[in-house]
Structure formats: C-alpha cells, structure tokens
C-alpha cells in the first residue's frame, strides 16, 4: 500500500513540475510576444512618421513653389516667353462658359472604334454603372464625353450655396467619407460595403479626390456623374487640393496630360473652374459642421457663406494686395528673415503676429482691413488647418499654411453657431479616423494605403439621426494579404526610411557643416546627442532621430556616430562631369519644382525647352529663393547635355540625371 502511494505521490511532483514548465514557457512566449508586437508596432509608427513628415516639408516646399508663381508673373522680363503660360497656362485651348453640349458633340468626334461608355445628358443611373464598370475594367471615357460632364457639373455647381444645409430627417444615415487622393479602389469598396448614392443612401464626400494617385480622373468622373443623378443626395466640399497649382506638384496634370493627350488643355481648364465652384463646408441638422481642413479663430462661417467662392481659382496665388501689403509692412518695421519654426517674431521691439496665411503684420498695425485678403484666409484656414490638443490658434509651421487649433477655438465656434460635431479630413490617420477635442472633432481619411501598401486603414462615417457617429474601416488589399505583420512592416519601413536618404543626400552640404560644428578635432565622429542635434537643425522634420540612427549612420566602438555614413549608400542618378557638388545637390533638391515649371513651359508637351528659357527660368528661380550658383555652372552643365547642338534640352532626360539612387538597391537588382 505505501509503495503505490509512494508512487502517485511520485507521478504527481512529475506532473506538477511538467505543468510549471509548461507555464513558464507559455510565459516566455507571451514576453516576447509583446515584445515583438511591441517591436514591431514602433518601426511602424516612426515609419508613418517619416513619411508625414517629408510630406509636409513637401507641402511647405510647394508654398514656396506657389510664391515663385506671382514672382513670375511681376518680375519676368520676356512676357512672350514665359510670363504668358503662368498667367493662363491653357490659354490655347479655354473652354467657352457658353459652348452647349451639342457644340462639344459637333467640335470632338468619338471614332467608331471607342468601346467605352457612350453618355447621354442628362445622366441616368445606368449611365453611372457603365462607368463603374468601364472604370474597374480600366477603360477610359472619351475626352468628348468628359467635357459634357464637366460643363454641365460647373453648371450645377454654380447653383449651389457655399455652405450646404442638410438634413437627416429625409434618410436613415448620412454618409461621409475623407481624402481619396485618387485610389479608385477605395471608392469602389465603399460603394461595394455600403452601397450606391441615391436618395436613400446620401453621401458627403469631403475634398481631396485628386493627386497622389493614379485615378483622380476616374474618381472625379463617378462623383461628378452621380452628383448630376442625385444633385440633392451627393453633396462635394472643396479640398486643398482642388487646386490648379498644386495639381502640378502632385500629380494630376501629369494623369490628365497622359490619359487625354490631345484635349488636355481643354479638360484642365474646365477642371480649374469646377474646383472653384465646389461647396465650401456641409452642415448636418443645423449641429454637425463638415470641412476638409479645419478652423481658426477667426473662422466666420456667415463671411464664408457670402463671398464669391469662384474667385479664388488657386489658394497657392494669394491676392495681390498680401505682396503690397508685406512691402508696406517692410517699409515700417525693420525685418528679419523667420526660421522655418518660428510662429512669433520680435523684431525692433515689436511683436510681429504670422497669421495662419504666413502674412506678418505688427500687431496695431494701421493698414486698412482688404476684403480680397480676409476671403483669401478665411478659406485657406478652412482647407489647410489641423486640430492640437493644446489651446490657442498658432500657425500650422509644419504645412506652411492654415493654422493649429485647439479645444477652446472649436468650443468658441460650437457656441457661436450652436454645434455639437466638427467633422474634417486632410490628415492622415493609421485607423483611417481619430476623434479629438473631447469628441467634439473627427478627422476621417478615406485612403488606405496611402503611403505603402499596408501603411494605413480608410474609414468613412455613418451618422444617425441622432447624429451619433458610426465608423467602419476598410483597407484595399491586393498584396497584403500575402504577406505577414512583420513583412508588411518591413516594406513601409523600407519605402520610409528610402525616402528619408534621399532627403538627406538633398541636403548633403548643409548637413556636413553641421556635423563639423560638432567635430572640433576633425575625426569624423561625434556623439549621437550631436548628431541627432544637427540633423534636426537641418532637416526639420521633427523626427525620433536618436532611435533612427542605426538606420541611417554607422557608429564606432566608442559609441560615436561617423556622420559621414550617412551618404555612403547614396548618388546621384547619372554623374554629369559639369555639375559641380553644389549645383548637382540644389537640383536635386529642387527636381520637382523645376519639373513642374518646365511643363508650364513646354507650351507642345514635346519634352524639350529652349536653353534661353531654361537659363532665364533658372535665374530667376535661384534668385527667388537666394540659391547662390554661378551662373556659368549652370550654363556649362546645360551646353553638356545639347547633344545634338540644336540649342534645346530633354528636361526630362536632364532632370532624371539629379535624382538619388539607392546603391545597395541597385546592387539588388542588377
């Protein structure tokens, strides 16, 4: 008898120390689990951080571009050459307000062999489906059917109020949806999950269709058909990039001038008007205010609700009046040149106030109040500006425009037009929305994917009528799916950290005197506390940079950074013997700028300028934003590349010898 309880005595210990095991492992498993996910989760979140970032340093680079327009315009000496294209850059080919649809139909004839969608005015629901389905098959619609549509879009648009007033009453759910910025897969899911516009199932889309991607043409078509359907259920506010001039930056002028080759010009000029028409705001049941941007303290919603919307074509052209004005100001106050960071500036013992329109005026100043500047910030806070945390309205420094709002600014709106629901796009969120300022503000953001593949959620919003807010969220998977969290993580960090060097190679010289400032001794190495110090003097992009050195410098044995690792797996695209280091860096850092005013240029669309053009454009382009380069380099480079002397360059071919490359990656892929 003892025996055998000796022995289950045995079996059990046995099994309790099995079980302990068993637990402990589990444990250890869970640890590095969460230490994984956790690992993870953080590589993920500088990556977005990288992108947003370099995105709006991109956005204050494209104010600058915007400034350089008007500097165009007032200062060019050949108004024969250049000056004519920046003040209509489709003059050739202006749409009449007048030409009838008829007229399109006797002026542009569609070819017998067009098998796309073949529109009759006015537009039936049938007509809406044949383009979704032309559109998911990736046909395009005929540049005359384009033209029909937009005319008669301006025509609908120019009926409608600034501000919109709907109600819930009518329908179960009002729908909202954020940013498209041109996935046309993203619309196509929200129809597919939350079905159709129609007069059951009314939507508000909330600005930014355009740019980035690669159907903006396809996504403005479908809402633009089903506006004119259902002119009362599809409502459209305007977005910051509804917008002519920031169409050149970021990418929809290039789509348009490709997909219609020979009636470009004519769509662009069309599209230019259109935007200028699009509502200004949406206001649910008198309680929730719909924008794309966001407000400041000054927003006036019943100014807003009166201007003439239209005037403003391109909030990237402010009135002329801001130029004179900050001239007067000049004349009055002593000035000095802000940092990119600086919101307040004391100067001659005066306080300066920078509105959020970047415009610096001493505070009591005696200038007379100008109607075309107050409508110009009015709605450029409205479509530029990001909610904070923090009380108080300051200028938004990192998109150069708009302006930062906080809780108390969005509750002395709430009271003023008796608002419960602020709800706004324009910013980007992982979860495709985020609630802020004690959920009195939603952001939504309706791309998923923005940056990479499996970068981010899209989310659009269902609201009741009891204005209770519903999200879902969605993403667009085509590859995603194939690969796991840690290979999807790895490729936005990838993309990310690609982006990154190659602003950092922009910046090549500027950062190596930074770095000397910090190497007394000449060694080539400082701490990481300096480096991180002076890439952040330089770069200002407001990023972890202590926790991305390993990804971007070597460090020693002793734990200092050999600064000048940073550019070891960089260079640029095709070395050119006559550019010299400056040269070669600054049009890098300025490719898209100049690409974009060599298009503006390049009246035929054949790819080749003049070198008159490209060397007057080029000075004054350097004279405008104070870039020291001797003019015979720039000529000596240009002469280079005249292969066949015939006194024209490819811009292109020039432009893409300045980008980076990635050596490693290109080791990889030979």
Same mark, same amino acid.
């Given at each position: ?14 099994? =309790?120390?099995k ?35 370099i995105?709006?340093?991109?956005e ?37 307000? #007048?030409?009838?649809?008829?007229e ?56 409608m ?25 993203d ?14 199932n ?8 355009? =740019? ?19 002119? /009362? ?16 930056r ?22 230019? #008007?259109?935007?200028s028409?699009? $509502? ?22 019943d ?5 003439e919307? /239209? ?13 004179n004005?900050? =001239? ?15 919101? /307040? ?15 610096t ?8 109040? #100008? ?9 450029l ?9 923090? /009380?108080?309205?300051? $200028? ?26 602020l ?19 939603i ?7 923005y ?57 090549r ?6 770095f ?16 991180a ?41 095709? $070395? ?29 669309h ?28 720039? =000529? ?5 590349i005249d ?26 892929t030979?």
């Amino acid at each position: 008898m003892g025996s055998i309880i000796g022995t289950m005595g045995c079996s059990s210990s046995v099994a =309790d120390r099995k079980s302990e095991n068993v637990i402990r492992a589990a444990i250890l498993i869970q640890k590095w689990y969460r230490f994984t996910m956790a690992r993870l989760e953080m590589r993920r979140r500088y990556s977005l951080s990288i992108f947003q970032s370099i995105e709006y340093a991109d956005e204050q680079d494209q104010l600058q571009l915007s400034n350089f327009f008007t500097f165009m315009l007032d200062h060019c000496t050949h108004p024969e050459a250049v000056s004519q294209i920046f003040t209509s850059p489709s003059a050739p080919q202006v749409v009449d307000e #007048d030409l009838s649809l008829k007229e399109f139909e006797k002026k542009i004839a569609v070819p017998d062999s067009y098998y796309g969608p073949r529109l009759s005015f006015p537009l039936t629901v049938e007509d809406a489906n044949a383009l979704l389905h032309a559109f998911r098959n990736e046909q395009l619609l005929h540049a005359r059917y384009v033209l029909q549509l937009l005319s008669e879009t301006r025509r609908v648009l120019k009926e409608m109020p600034n501000i919109t007033h709907l109600s819930t009453s009518y329908s179960k759910e009002i729908t909202v949806c954020g940013d498209l910025h041109g996935n046309l897969d993203d619309l196509l899911l929200i129809f597919y999950k939350n079905g159709l516009p129609s007069e059951q199932n009314p939507y508000v889309f909330n600005g930014d269709f355009v =740019d980035r991607g690669k159907n903006s043409m396809e996504i403005l078509i479908i809402l633009f058909a089903f506006l004119l359907i259902y002119p /009362n259920d599809l409502h459209l506010n305007r977005g910051n990039h509804e917008d002519y001039i920031m169409n050149l930056r970021y990418g929809f002028t290039k789509e348009v001038s490709k997909k219609y080759k020979d009636h470009w010009k004519q769509i662009l000029s069309l599209l230019r #008007d259109v935007f200028s028409w699009l $509502p200004l705001a949406t206001i649910i049941d008198s309680k929730v205010l719909i924008l794309h941007g966001g407000i400041s303290d000054t927003t006036d919603l019943d100014f807003l609700n009166a201007l003439e919307r /239209n005037k403003l074509k391109s909030l990237m052209r402010p009135p002329k009046s801001v130029g004179n004005r900050q =001239d007067q100001v000049k004349k009055k106050t002593p000035m000095t040149k802000p940092s990119k960071h600086t919101a /307040n500036q004391h100067v001659a013992g005066k306080k300066q106030h920078i509105s959020s329109s970047g415009f610096t005026e001493p505070s009591g100043s005696n200038l007379p109040p #100008d109607p075309a500047l107050k409508e110009w910030k009015q709605i450029l806070d409205i479509l530029w500006s990001d909610p904070r945390s923090q /009380n108080g309205c300051t $200028p938004n420094k990192c998109r150069g425009g708009g302006c930062y709002f906080g809780p108390d600014v969005t509750a002395k709106l709430f009271e003023r037009y008796n608002l419960k629901m602020l709800i706004r796009s324009h910013e980007f969120k992982p979860e495709g929305y985020e609630i802020s300022h004690d959920g009195k503000v939603i952001t939504i953001f309706s791309a998923s994917n923005y940056y990479e593949e499996g970068s981010n959620r899209g989310a659009y919003i269902k609201l009741n009528p009891e204005l209770t807010p519903r999200f879902v969220q969605y993403q667009v998977s085509k590859l995603t799916r194939r690969k796991n969290l840690r290979e999807r993580v790895g490729t936005i960090e990838s993309s990310a950290l690609k982006s990154l060097r190659e602003k950092i190679y922009a910046h090549r010289s500027e950062l190596i005197s930074a770095f000397a400032q910090y190497d007394v001794n000449g060694t080539g190495r400082i701490s990481v506390n300096d480096w991180a110090a002076a890439m952040e003097s330089v770069l200002q992009l407001e990023l972890p940079w202590r926790m991305l050195r390993s990804q971007l410098a070597q460090m020693n044995p002793d734990g200092e950074v050999d600064f000048m690792s940073c550019f070891y797996d960089l260079k640029m695209g095709q $070395p050119i013997k006559e550019a010299q280091p400056a040269l070669a860096e600054t049009l890098c850092r300025y490719r898209k700028d100049l690409e974009i005013i060599f298009n503006i240029i390049d009246k035929d669309h054949s790819g080749l300028i003049s070198l008159e053009e490209f060397s007057q454009t080029w000075r004054l382009f350097t004279s405008h934003l104070g870039i020291d380069i001797q003019d015979d380099s720039i =000529d000596k480079l240009v002469l280079s590349i005249d292969y066949n002397k015939d006194g024209h360059i490819d811009f292109n071919e020039f432009l893409e010898a300045f980008h980076v490359v990635h050596r490693l990656e290109k080791k990889a892929t030979s």
